[in-house]
């Protein structure tokens, strides 16, 4: 599977970004998806994730309230909706999808996703 990020930009602090990201190859449907987030200077950390069905979803503590992470099967595509957005979110956004367990859960580890996209820059302004 082949991950393509896209949707961010910059926006002004209180401002809203909806990123997604498109998969193809092998089937999307069955895969956990996650998004992670690497701000200048910074270790690369985690920001949410959805089950393979996307009943479940999880997110991290800067996140959680803000963001929105969903999936829509039929287009092979997780979206993370930002909301309220600081400062401190400006980072470069990947998705990434565990692609070696079918009907993935919830994983929050980097090290348990196989497939990377290539990024998209999110900046917010002050």
């Known amino acids: 599977v082949q991950l393509q990020a896209s949707g961010g930009g910059l926006v002004q602090a209180g401002g809203s970004l909806r990123l997604s990201c498109v998969a193809s190859g092998r089937p999307f449907s069955t895969y956990a998806m996650g998004w992670f987030r690497q701000a200048p200077g910074k270790e690369r950390e985690f920001v949410s994730a959805?089950?393979?069905?996307?009943?479940?979803?999880y997110y991290g503590d800067s996140v959680k309230g803000r963001f929105t992470i969903s999936r829509d099967n039929g287009k092979n595509t997780v979206y993370l909706q930002m909301n309220s957005l600081k400062p401190d979110d400006t980072a470069v956004y990947y998705c990434a999808a565990n692609g070696r367990t079918r009907y993935g859960g919830i994983y929050k580890e980097e090290r348990l996703y196989d497939v990377w996209g290539q990024g998209t820059l999110v900046t917010v302004s002050s």
């Open positions: 959805i089950d393979w069905s996307g009943s479940s979803t």
